[in-house]
C-alpha cells in the first residue's frame, strides 16, 4: 500500500492525476456535507444505521 500510494502521490504532484483520498481534505469535507444533510432530513435525529455502496471506502 505504501508503495502504491508514494506512486500515485508523485504522478498527482506531476499534473497527471488528481488524487481524491482520505488524506484529501475536499473529500473530507463532502462527507461531512453528506452526514449534515442526512440529520437534518431526519430532523436532527442519527440515523439507527447507514448502508451505501462504496467503491473505494477509504
Partial sequence: ???A?????QLAL????????SI?????EGQKTIG???????GWQSP???VLPVGNAG
Fill in 5 to 9: 500510494l508514494e506512486t500515485i502521490t
Fill in 36 to 42: 449534515f444533510e442526512l440529520v437534518h432530513d431526519l
Fill in 14 to 21: 506531476n499534473g497527471e492525476l488528481y488524487l481524491l483520498n
Fill in 48 to 50: 439507527d444505521r447507514v
Fill in 24 to 28: 484529501n481534505p475536499y473529500r473530507l
Fill in 1 to 3: 500500500f505504501d508503495d
